[in-house]
């Protein structure tokens, strides 16, 4: 186990580094710089001073070497657009995106994983309303989703428009923050999870038919084990492969933020950090971004192995022996 | 539409909050060092000036100065510091701290962006403060702006940052990661917090200077939130969910429906702030050490293609299809929203296909091979490509409507929607046929935007920063400008510009084909609106603003 996580850990690393350099000279090499922001008529000046502090002065792979040695020491940089240090705000933002995502996470599970052993061991109407559904919500682009929903939060006002935290909360005690943090959740929650929660179900569903066509849940139907018993102590633990397998990119998906979701429910996560900084060609923010999303995608694989590790004994005797 | 406004107000109300989102983070808290928008706002709220223009009646108003007086020669101002004034910190203002703000704005270290435009002749504005109380400005040449100049002069305290100026560091001074009450200031509300990505607080500053018309202390209000909301959908939706007062910046065309019916049903205040002051613009490059090699050169640098141009392209219609009638045409770049220096009788080019079918003829552009688009007598085709910004509606209704306007009269043009960062690299470059944008500009005096009107100037767009003037009429422009910049009598300020207009009028190295309507929405509740043309709308008076109980 121990050199499964060691190997784990390399490769985390060597996604970081790829990652977060790659998006840096993507970020360099794309028409247009930072300088931009100065706006169409900035003088000769301040764009080189701009450039300068920037080190866009500098060939790419001066300016590699430079962020890369800086990278070591856990320096990412200034941020352009925020004007302060990359490291704190990309930790914030991942915060935020973190908190998302396992709310998102857990509520596309508890419906998700259900209502797939629902649609994979029955039929009727009732399972084909939950397959339409499923299917709905596996088409609709996030986008869309999320605009509907901020859409009917406007017009109905159940919910906030968007945001994190409203701005009365400035001088209440944590619970009441707390409280307003999950008022708060629900739009990007549901825009993040809907999708989710279908592919899980559509997973679930496949696996649960395919499993209860297995020899040993047949002999166990032929030995009397009531229907039930058959899904939930012998089924259900074999179908859980394939989620396992896509619950980790899943995870990696979420945690590294969701540009679209974030941006249109305005929080302040990951990914509209990384939205921002690209459309602003913040290139050291950008390469933060990267670096975070890069990390917390090994990490969500690593979650996804562990669990599919969990729930395979195969699995988990490879990986001990590898 | 229209129903807010002094008269109709209730007895005001004191405290409260309002929140108002804006569309970008600020880049700091020291005006000295940034020119975004937020930032602006910020030191709006957080500082105060020596003098206000009101941007309602674009009149100066005493501010920290209460009195002062001019010079027969305009080079002399001796201002008085209104008494007791003291910053957010209890210290006293005084005119040690307006030195200060003067030597941190020329500091070569701090490089500020406010220093171009704090000069007078070309030369940086001098003071000396003989008392506590007074300060003389000395100007090293006459300028017609006089004191105007000083509304762009946030004034710092220099207990808080002359270490920072002497230690070269004042260019990161007051950022935002500054604990907020180290920012201090005199403007009507101070730094509470300041959370990225998400809102910039602000209290009121119990010791702002500024009384209401009955004596009682302002601002009105206890808090005003900044709301961080990058995109303007989800701006609008917020105004109309009720989750925020106001924006921070007007409606586009294509909103004012929406909030015209949020209006009706009282939920929102929608006003018409009128015509304004910035026209669009549409011009080619014209820069001849870039361009002299391209054979369409030799028809575009005629001001007989560019008035072809304007000829073709109806402005009414414009005005109706790419501003969905929130516009009015124009021929200049003073609109009318420019009250003060608009000149109803500029040159006007009405719509005339024929005309602007003979001035192509008149320059050697004819159709010879009947493909619909004129040639030299080369053959070179006068076909072009506009580079635009990408995802800006208007623009790019408005780059497909000339195309269409001058495909009548056999010019050829593409449209390219651009990145806004490949927009401004190509601009720099001058590489680009042809560019449709809405340059802002920062001042209405037209002295105060010497560097679009000067050939020298870098937002000369169409031949940016010359070292000497690439034509006669840009050499006539350059000395006009410069005379009218330093010229005190008002009425040969406005002769003066006149003349400017009209030579560029007839040369039209810039077409503007229409001005936009400003529509601008605030909640219900909002009150003491004085709604202005010019950026923030609203929240250049916020120390007046109040909410209904």
């Known amino acids: ?322 | 539409m229209g129903r807010t406004g002094p008269a109709a107000e209730a007895p005001v109300a004191r405290g409260g909050q309002i929140v108002a989102s804006i569309r970008g983070e600020p880049r700091t808290f020291n005006r000295y060092v940034a020119a975004d928008q937020a930032s602006e706002l910020l030191s709006l709220l957080l500082q105060a000036r020596l003098v206000r223009i009101n941007r309602s009646t674009f009149e100066l108003e005493p501010w920290l100065a209460e009195t002062w007086e001019s010079s027969a020669d305009g080079r002399t101002h001796t201002i008085h510091l209104r008494p007791g004034v003291t910053w957010s910190d209890g210290m006293p203002l005084t005119g040690d701290d307006v030195l200060f703000s003067l030597r941190a704005v020329y500091d070569a270290k701090v490089d500020s962006v406010l220093a171009d435009s704090l000069t007078a002749g070309g030369q940086p504005l001098r003071a000396a403060a003989p008392d506590p109380q007074t300060v003389v400005f000395t100007y090293a040449a006459p300028s017609g702006r006089g004191l105007r100049l000083l509304d762009g002069l946030p004034i710092l305290p220099r207990h808080k940052l002359e270490p920072a100026l002497t230690a070269g560091t004042f260019a990161s001074a007051y950022n935002t990661t500054t604990p907020p009450a180290e920012v201090v200031g005199a403007g009507p509300f101070v730094l509470r917090e300041y959370q990225p990505g998400q809102r910039v607080v602000m209290d009121r500053n119990p010791r702002y200077w500024r009384k209401a018309p009955d004596g009682s202390a302002l601002p009105y209000l206890d808090r005003i939130v900044l709301q961080i909301v990058p995109e303007q959908n989800a701006e609008l939706l917020r105004i109309q969910a009720g989750e925020t007062d106001l924006t921070s910046s007007e409606l586009r065309p294509e909103d004012y429906l929406p909030v015209r019916r949020a209006d009706e049903e009282g939920r929102l205040r929608l006003i018409e702030l009128g015509v304004g002051p910035d026209a669009d613009a549409f011009w080619f490059c014209l820069k001849p050490e870039v361009k002299a090699k391209d054979p369409r050169f030799a028809f575009v640098q005629r001001p007989e293609f560019r008035r072809a141009i304007s000829y073709a392209v109806d402005r009414e219609a414009f005005a109706e299809t790419v501003f969905l009638s929130a516009a009015v045409p124009v021929w200049g770049s003073i609109t009318p929203g420019n009250t003060r220096w608009f000149w109803p009788d500029i040159p006007r080019y009405p719509h005339n296909d024929a005309t602007a079918k003979m001035l192509l003829r008149e320059i050697g552009l004819v159709d010879r091979n009947g493909d619909g688009v004129v040639e030299d007598m080369k053959g070179t085709e006068a076909r072009f490509t506009v580079i635009t910004q990408r995802g800006i509606g208007w623009y790019e209704r408005g780059t497909a409507f000339v195309r269409d306007e001058l495909a009548r009269v056999g010019i050829a043009m593409e449209v390219a929607p651009l990145e806004l960062g490949a927009l401004i690299q190509r601009l720099q470059a001058c590489d680009y046929d042809a560019m449709y944008y809405r340059p802002v500009m920062t001042d209405l005096d037209p002295a105060g935007n010497l560097d679009f009107w000067l050939s020298s100037g870098p937002s000369h767009f169409w031949n940016m920063s010359q070292k000497l003037p690439a034509t006669d009429w840009e050499r006539r422009v350059d000395t006009l400008m410069l005379e009218q910049a330093a010229e005190l009598d008002p009425m040969r300020r406005e002769t003066q510009f006149r003349a400017v207009q009209q030579i560029m009028a007839e040369n039209l190295p810039v077409l503007h084909f229409a001005a936009p309507r400003m529509y601008y929405a605030h909640s219900a509740r909002l009150r003491g609106v004085v709604p202005s043309v010019l950026r923030p709308p609203v929240l250049w008076n916020a120390d007046s603003l109040s909410v209904s109980p």
């Open chain 1, 1 to 322: 186990m121990g050199r499964f996580l060691a190997r784990r850990l390399l490769f985390a690393l060597i996604l970081v580094l790829v990652v977060s350099s790659a998006s840096l000279l993507l970020a360099r090499f794309a028409p247009g710089d930072v300088t931009a922001q100065l706006g169409p008529f900035a003088t000769p000046a301040e764009i080189a001073n701009t450039r300068a502090r920037f080190d866009l002065d500098r060939s790419p792979a001066a300016q590699w070497l430079l962020w890369a040695g800086r990278a070591i020491r856990f320096d990412f940089g200034d941020s352009f657009l925020y004007n302060r240090p990359v490291r704190g705000l990309v930790g914030r933002a991942a915060a935020n995106t973190a908190a998302l995502a396992v709310v998102a996470l857990a509520l596309a599970t508890i419906v998700g994983i259900p209502l797939g052993m629902f649609t994979g061991s029955r039929g009727g109407p009732a399972a084909a309303v939950v397959r339409g559904a499923s299917l709905l919500f596996l088409s609709v682009p996030p986008l869309l989703t999320s605009l509907f929903l901020v859409f009917i939060a406007a017009t109905t006002r159940l919910l906030p428009a968007g945001g994190m935290t409203s701005a009365g909360v400035l001088d209440t005690e944590w619970s009441a923050w707390l409280l307003d943090v999950a008022i708060h959740l629900p739009l990007p929650v549901l825009a993040l999870a809907l999708p989710i929660a279908a592919t899980l179900e559509r997973l679930q569903s496949q696996s649960m038919a395919d499993a209860l066509h297995q020899p040993f849940a047949v002999a166990a139907v032929a030995r009397g084990v009531a229907p039930r018993d058959v899904i939930a102590r012998h089924a259900w633990r074999v179908s859980l492969r394939p989620i396992c397998a896509v619950y980790g990119l899943a995870i990696g998906a979420l945690l590294s933020g969701s540009f679209v979701v974030e941006f249109v429910t305005a929080w302040p996560g990951l990914g509209r950090l990384m939205y921002e900084a690209l459309r602003a060609r913040d290139v050291y923010l950008v390469s933060g971004c990267a670096a975070m999303g890069g990390l917390l995608l090994a990490f969500g694989s690593l979650i996804g192995d562990l669990l599919l590790a969990a729930a395979d004994p195969r699995i988990r005797d490879a990986q001990v022996g590898a």
